[in-house]
């Protein structure tokens, strides 16, 4: 198999090294022709009607002709050059002859050799054969493998990669350690596939990987098949779709075949969720549900003894047809999540092994500050580090440079626009105001950084450090940080007794999480444990609400309730506290960023100085 990869690479390289040469030898062509064309003319002189040229014959105006089979050259004794065109006549000289020059009376009229092929049949045969060598160019091209033609348009575009070559193994796979021993015995199945047929097993066919985007479900089916050191198909599910009907079914096919020949191996499928959309709804297609009938029985004609495994990846389960994930094609579903505190620090660590990394870094401290990052995110993070630290000549990766990098990687880079006083001013307010109300609500987490640099689209930031890595938030927990993100708004409303917009996407967030207090969770106490939402049946154009109007009111009143409950209390703990939120908004203005070390300093000393504000 590596041989016939070896010769398809070299047919497709030569066939790339060969289309420059094609294009060369196609202009040479038309430029021949343009000048063969061209040329005699311009070398004639000046073109005449025949009727001019016979005129000043008559009248003993020229000094000799030259007749030709399409055309007749004269010299006029002003010794000027000009030439009359004489037309597809198979006789020039009678057209002579027929306006009453004899060419007997006329010496200075002579007759030109004529060619066995005319002018004009020259200039067809090779407009002919322009034709020709660019009709058998294009069908060369298309019939040459991997060209993508229409005579291969049913061929798999997947890219074959020998496992035994792969150099990346699961030591190369940081922060899934769950996902990696789910797939530990797919390896060792493909390794010694009859310890397992012996006892009658049955490996699974197809193995699901659910994940977000980043979070290393590639990655891990290529470290399998470094694993086991097996050819590894690698495809993803656009590149079945084509324009015409039946070529990802015909793809598919080409995939599954190639994958039996050479088994056992691995057929990698990204993104399947471009082709295994529930059938039957209004965005399916009919070519899109060919493909996935395809692969559905292409997945059933395994039998026991085809060493061959499809994994398959998406983000998007929910739109996946249930065919698909039924025992016998993909039985076997592994969720890989966004890594915790101890799975960001292997990834880290990993990915820090190639760079210079300054020993007072603290991968712990990074990874409590990098919350919800991917493994990609991750890996960018330190990319991005290493980047900043050449740009400043350094040698080394500090913290400042990952905490930078970090920062940059999910809000953008600093921007440098010159800032008005009061624009600052506003900004210092609204950071100053989400951190405050930190402080003073339970479960809050503690503020790592207070920023009025802007990056991206926003014009400052507050960011937190949260004290436990879950995703289980309580009731109150929620209306905290529903109250942290108001407390800009209210920061605004106190300092300058108006609003902006600079809150448009802290209310946002907050209006959405209040809505999925009500909706999802069932948090509301007057509405019950009841989820509220759309209906299942995935068939209509717009999903349809599954409650009635009237509780539609009802959820609209609980969510306003949370909002404006939420608000009143950052207005009263920031007018509260207001001379605490002018010190931070001052100090802001000075420095531009507070540590969430010296934001405590100075929330502390103020309050055991009795930093309220006097009534």
Do not use: C
Not at 96 to 106: A, R, S
Not at 246 to 273: H, M, Q
Not at 456 to 477: H, I
């Amino acid at each position: 198999m590596s041989n016939n990869q070896t010769k398809s690479n070299s047919k497709k390289s030569n066939i790339m090294k060969g289309s420059p040469g094609f294009w060369i030898f196609f202009a040479f062509i038309v430029v021949f022709f343009l000048l063969y064309l061209f040329i005699p003319t311009i070398s004639q002189g000046k073109t005449v009607p025949i009727g001019t040229l016979i005129k000043d014959i008559k009248t003993n105006s020229v000094k000799s002709v030259v007749i030709n089979q399409d055309y007749a050259n004269a010299v006029l004794k002003n010794n000027k050059n000009i030439t009359a065109n004489l037309g597809t006549t198979t006789n020039p000289v009678s057209i002579f002859t027929n306006n009453g020059i004899q060419l007997d009376k006329y010496p200075q009229i002579s007759i030109a050799a004529q060619p066995a092929i005319s002018t004009s049949d020259i200039l067809t045969i090779i407009f002919i054969l322009v034709i020709v060598l660019s009709t058998w160019y294009m069908i060369r091209q298309f019939r040459s493998a991997g060209s993508g033609g229409i005579f291969s348009m049913g061929e798999s575009k997947a890219k074959l990669f020998l496992g035994a070559k792969e150099s990346i193994t699961f030591d190369g796979v940081a922060g899934i350690e769950e996902a990696k021993e789910e797939v530990h015995e797919i390896v060792d199945f493909l390794k010694n596939p009859k310890k397992y047929l012996n006892l009658g097993a049955r490996i699974p066919k197809g193995v699901l990987f659910i994940g977000a985007p980043g979070t290393g479900k590639t990655l891990l089916a290529r470290a399998i098949a470094g694993e086991s050191g097996v050819p590894f198909f690698s495809t993803s599910g656009s590149e079945f779709e084509e324009m015409l009907v039946g070529a990802g079914a015909s793809r598919v096919r080409d995939l599954f075949s190639k994958a039996r020949k050479t088994s056992p191996s691995i057929i990698f499928i990204d993104e399947i969720d471009a082709v295994a959309r529930r059938r039957g709804l209004n965005y399916t297609t009919t070519h899109t549900e060919q493909t996935l009938n395809q692969i559905l029985v292409e997945m059933d004609g395994f039998d026991i003894n085809t060493n061959v495994i499809v994994i398959a990846a998406t983000n998007r389960p929910d739109v996946l047809d249930p065919a698909i994930l039924r025992p016998g094609r993909f039985d076997r579903t592994i969720v890989i999540d966004l890594p915790d505190l101890q799975e960001r620090k292997k990834i880290l660590e990993l990915h820090a092994r190639n760079k210079p990394i300054s020993p007072s870094v603290s991968f712990d401290k990074i990874a409590k500050r990098t919350i919800g990052y991917s493994g990609a995110d991750l890996e960018n993070v330190l990319n991005e580090a290493a980047i900043i630290t050449a740009k400043k000549g350094g040698t080394s990766i500090n913290e400042v440079d990952i905490e930078e990098a970090a920062t940059k990687v999910v809000m953008g880079p600093e921007k440098k626009k010159v800032r008005s006083d009061k624009e600052k001013s506003i900004v210092a307010y609204h950071e100053a105001g989400h951190a405050l109300i930190s402080k003073f609500l339970p479960e809050s987490d503690p503020v790592h950084r207070i920023s009025i640099i802007s990056r991206g689209r926003s014009g400052g930031a507050t960011m937190y450090l949260p004290t436990e890595d879950n995703n289980l938030y309580t009731k109150t927990k929620m209306i905290t940080m529903i109250t942290h993100m108001l407390g800009g708004r209210a920061a605004e409303k106190i300092q300058f007794n108006d609003i902006t917009n600079g809150a448009s996407d802290d209310i946002k967030k907050a209006s959405e999480m209040a809505r999925k207090m009500i909706t999802d969770f069932g948090m509301s106490d007057k509405l019950g444990p009841i989820q509220y939402g759309t209906t299942e049946d995935e068939s209509y154009a717009i999903p349809e609400k599954n409650y009635s109007d009237s509780t539609s009111l009802e959820i609209d009143k609980e969510i306003s309730l949370i909002i404006n409950d939420a608000y009143k209390k950052a207005l009263s703990i920031l007018k509260e506290y207001k001379s605490i939120l002018d010190t931070l908004a001052s100090k802001l203005m000075d420095i531009e960023v507070i540590e969430g070390d010296e934001f405590n300093r100075i929330v502390d000393t103020m309050l055991h100085a009795g930093g309220k504000t006097s009534e």
